[in-house]
């Protein structure tokens, strides 16, 4: 028997997933050990450590391009850049989680097991801080998304999946206020996630069966060799794509997003909405880019109808929402199918475009989501529609700040929605999918139209009775604010060093 | 008997055998037994210090009880990865490295058993 | 497909498609679980003959094992109030399911078929070439040792979780010590004696008769709270298996 050595590992290049895992494994140590008193801030200084020193190490290998342990994870420029987006807003959702300044304890219930509505439920909901387990769950996720952009095998990605998506089942669960929504929303998620998992690993094997391996370069190469039947590969590769698309949250895998998003805690909202995405859309830019980019043609008509139809969906349902939560989600349906237009663009173009576009978005939508945990009443936050009429009177600052969020998700110009947009249907036009920009270009205009609704409802109605006031935001939440604003307005005006480093990172290695 | 399945024909005979034992007990001890059913009242129903059952059979458990099962769900999983482990670790060209990347997913896992016991989950109250 | 192989595959191939259907038509949650168990079973023997001894143990002991326990531990906690809602939401859901469900199996079952069609198995002999347990082993501590610590980070989420949702901790003041409890046992008003024992009568030998005190009188003090309170028919309360 050969002698048996461990794959060479670059652990430079995969240190970022290394410090987080640890990060949040002594993030479980403190919970345990630590009193509780001390926990919330250890916990949220060294989940903040951790994530920036994650970046620098990220930022020092920036010209790393590698293939390591045993070829299981590629360290290249997409990787890096997604990495990279994946920390800088994680860091800016995890300082919304951390803020405890507008609501006593926090926005998470202190303990989960208490039945909803009992008399210690009431008494936990004004007395007692938040769970604490937030952070360390927190991070566990971020650290699998890093995982998940970077694997370069489909099992590797299995594991990632599952790695980044059970704590945000559980975040969902752990709201402070409407626990029984929060409670449904994570077992919504829960339940359909998994099946969505099952499906995954189901098209896994099936293109196993196919190429005899699961690594990209393996499933690359036999795309052009193999003498397997073609239909292992198909229906692999589809079922793969239900996988990831359900993730993205692409129509037809789309119904859960909407429910979710209402029911999870706002913060985590934020979470999903930005850091979700960036690891969603970055597994499927290198399941498509790298693993099967031989059969581009077969797959691009049928992903084409995904992102259509996700469009549509996303921008009609948009217009019916009387939620400012779930209007959010359709808006962020909406925007996985403008992703989806730069991912099939199937270039240098629509890589890079589709890597700026998840950068921009992210930022604008968990600035949106902090605006929203300041709305509030007595019942926590005001989040139906007719709530925030007037809202420009009570508060023109933070309404200031909403409506430019909301130009920048109607693509005005001057914001960083814009270039985004430009840039993927740009991408998707050098590509020959201009029946795709048709669509993205219409549906756009039909987003319009719920934006400049909340922006006419909050500015030119009367601040009524009802209208909920505007808390004023803790130092956590004003500086994830200020980082989303400044991001969106400067990558709308100055766009180009981000667009360059998006154009020298687009090279998948193999 | 030889072959991959062949290893396995003793065990298919043995639960072949051990089908045959029970059934031919059972249905030995059917045709042999005297049979003078009576069926009096309340024969089939349960019986305890003179109280009638009413309501259905369905107890609703603990929650608590969920997370030792989860635990030990979770030790299982544990188990199954040690167990190849347990098998070539001492091989010649194993060794140290197995046993490093062992003792890393175990420590792991123990950090989840540190927690229980600090949130006194293990306690019985 | 050896003799033995297809023997003992036509045989299990009935227990785990009975379970599988078994397992969605049955209306108790509880029977469903051992339905499933059926299946899984059959499909732990599978693996085996198919040379996978470690996947097809690993199936038996941990799904069949641990995880159906699980199951079971999770129907447990259902109230016996609780019950199914059996009203459509969507008009015709249930219905478009069940043929989506059953299409989609067709087609990805046909699918596969016909994709296997002429296949010849390859690559098993160097798989299991140094046995089936290290060659999984091999791969697990090599090739794929970054997936598998990973596991780790997984299974300690999951164990963090299940503890978070299910685990209510109690606070100091919320136990009662010994001085409370004595204290609320001779509080003035409260009896600190034992309780009497119930009263079993040549009438009636059930718990749920009321004992007598020695003044003569009866006392409700001396039925357990968890007996229902009903009214016994008289065949109820009478004493058993003397009729004829």
């Keep these: 028997m050969e002698d048996l050595s461990l794959p060479k590992i670059d652990y430079a290049a995969v240190a970022p997933m290394l410090i987080l895992f640890g990060v949040a494994c002594v993030g479980v140590l403190f919970e345990g050990v630590l009193p509780k008193a001390a926990r919330r801030v250890t916990q949220l200084v060294l989940a903040l450590l951790g994530l920036v020193a994650a970046l620098s190490v990220i930022v020092w290998q920036s010209d790393t391009r590698v293939l390591t342990a045993g070829g299981a994870v590629a360290i290249d420029g997409p990787t890096l850049f997604l990495q990279g987006a994946i ?86 669960a752990l709201a402070r206020r409407r626990r029984l929504l929060s409670q449904e929303a994570a077992l919504k998620y829960f339940l359909l996630g998994a099946y969505a998992s099952a499906f995954f690993l189901f098209g896994v094997a099936l293109v196993y069966g196919f190429a005899g391996g699961v690594e990209f370069g393996t499933i690359h190469d036999s795309v052009t060799e193999s003498t397997q039947s073609t239909v292992l590969l198909y229906a692999g590769l589809a079922m793969i794509a239900i996988g990831l698309l359900f993730k993205a949250a692409a129509a037809p895998f789309h119904v859960w ?7 999870a805690p706002t913060p985590i909202t934020g979470l999903m909405a930005a850091c979700t995405k960036v690891a969603a859309f970055g597994g499927l830019l290198r399941v498509l880019y790298v693993g099967f980019d031989g059969v581009a043609w077969d797959y691009t008509p049928i992903l084409g109808v995904v992102a259509v139809l996700t469009m549509l969906i996303g921008a009609v349902l948009a217009v019916t929402q009387t939620d400012i939560k779930r209007l959010l989600a359709y808006s962020s349906i909406a925007n996985a199918g403008y992703l989806l237009v730069g991912v099939l663009a199937l270039s240098k173009d629509g890589l890079s475009s589709t890597m700026f576009y998840l950068v921009a978005y992210g930022f604008t939508v968990i600035a949106a989501f902090g605006v929203v945990t300041l709305v509030r009443d007595a019942d926590g936050e005001a989040t139906h529609l007719s709530r925030w009429a007037g809202l420009g009177r009570r508060s023109p600052l933070y309404a200031g700040i909403f409506t430019f969020i909301l130009l920048a998700f109607a693509g005005i110009p001057l914001t960083s929605g814009f270039i985004a947009k430009f840039a993927v249907f740009g991408a998707a036009l050098d590509s020959g999918e201009a029946w795709l920009v048709v669509f993205g270009v219409v549906t756009s205009m039909l987003l319009a139209f719920p934006y400049l609704r909340v922006v006419v409802m909050m500015w030119l109605s009367e601040p009524g009775e009802s209208t909920p006031t505007v808390s004023i935001p803790g130092g956590l939440t004003a500086a994830a604010l200020v980082i989303g604003v400044v991001a969106t307005l400067v990558l709308g005006v100055a766009p180009a060093p981000l667009l360059d480093l998006t154009t020298s990172a687009a090279d998948f290695v193999r | 008997m030889a072959g991959y399945l062949g290893s396995y024909a003793t065990l298919g005979l043995l639960l072949l055998a051990s089908v045959v034992v029970f059934v031919g007990a059972f249905s030995a001890n059917r045709l042999l037994r005297p049979a003078s059913p009576a069926e009096p009242i309340g024969k089939r129903e349960t019986y305890e210090c003179g109280v009638d059952p009413v309501g259905g059979d369905w107890a609703q458990a603990q ?43 175990v420590a792991v896992l123990a950090l989840g058993i540190l927690y229980a016991w600090r949130k006194r989950i293990l306690t019985w109250t | 497909m050896s003799t033995g192989e ?59 094992g641990a995880i159906m326990m699980l199951f079971l531990f999770v129907l447990m906690l259902v109230g016996r109030d609780a019950s199914d809602s059996l009203i459509e939401t969507l008009r015709g859901q249930r219905v478009a399911a069940v043929l989506l469900g059953i299409g989609f199996a067709a087609m990805v079952g ?17 798989a ?38 299910a685990h209510k901790e109690r606070r100091k003041g919320e136990k009662r010590g010994q001085p409370e409890t004595m204290r609320a046992r001779f509080y003035p008003g409260n009896y600190p004696g034992p309780k009497p024992g119930p009263g079993v009568y040549a009438t009636s030998d059930s718990v749920a008769t009321p004992g007598r005190l020695p003044d003569g009188t009866l006392t409700d003090r001396s039925i357990s709270k968890i007996l229902p309170v009903r009214e016994l028919t008289s065949s109820e309360s009478a004493p058993k298996g003397t009729e004829k």
């Design chain 1, 87 to 172: 920390i800088v807003l994680g860091i800016m959702a995890l300082l919304l989680i951390g803020d405890r300044a507008m609501e006593h304890g926090g926005a998470f219930v202190a303990q989960a097991a208490i039945t909803v509505g009992s008399e210690a439920d009431r008494k936990q909901a004004v007395k007692e801080q938040g769970a604490t387990e937030v952070y360390p769950l927190t991070v566990f996720a971020i650290a699998g998304m890093l995982l998940f952009v970077a694997a370069n095998d489909l099992l590797t990605m299995f594991v990632a999946l599952e790695v980044f998506s059970l704590p945000l089942y559980l975040l969902c």
């Design chain 1, 257 to 263: 997003t909407p429910d979710v998003y209402q029911g």
């Design chain 2, 63 to 105: 929650i608590r009880y969920y997370v030792y099962a989860y635990l030990y769900v979770l030790f299982a999983v544990e188990a199954v990865f040690l167990f190849p482990w347990a098998v070539i670790f001492d091989r010649p060209g194993f060794g140290a490295t197995t046993v490093v990347e062992m003792a890393i997913f």
């Design chain 3, 6 to 64: 297809a023997v003992t595959f036509w045989i299990l191939v009935w227990p785990a498609l009975v379970g599988a259907i078994g397992m969605v038509l049955a209306r108790n949650a509880i029977h469903s679980a051992l339905w499933l168990v059926l299946t899984m079973l059959s499909i732990g023997v599978f693996y085996v003959l198919q040379s996978a001894p470690f996947i097809g143990m690993a199936q038996i002991i941990v799904y069949t």
């Design chain 3, 110 to 126: 046909t699918g596969v078929y016909r994709a296997m069609d002429n296949v010849t198995p390859a690559g098993l002999e160097q």
């Design chain 3, 128 to 165: 299991n070439a140094q046995g089936n347990v290290e060659g999984i082993a091999r791969l697990l501590f090599t090739k794929y040792v970054f997936a598998f610590e990973v596991t780790s980070a997984l299974l300690i989420t999951a164990a963090v979780g299940a503890m978070v949702l």
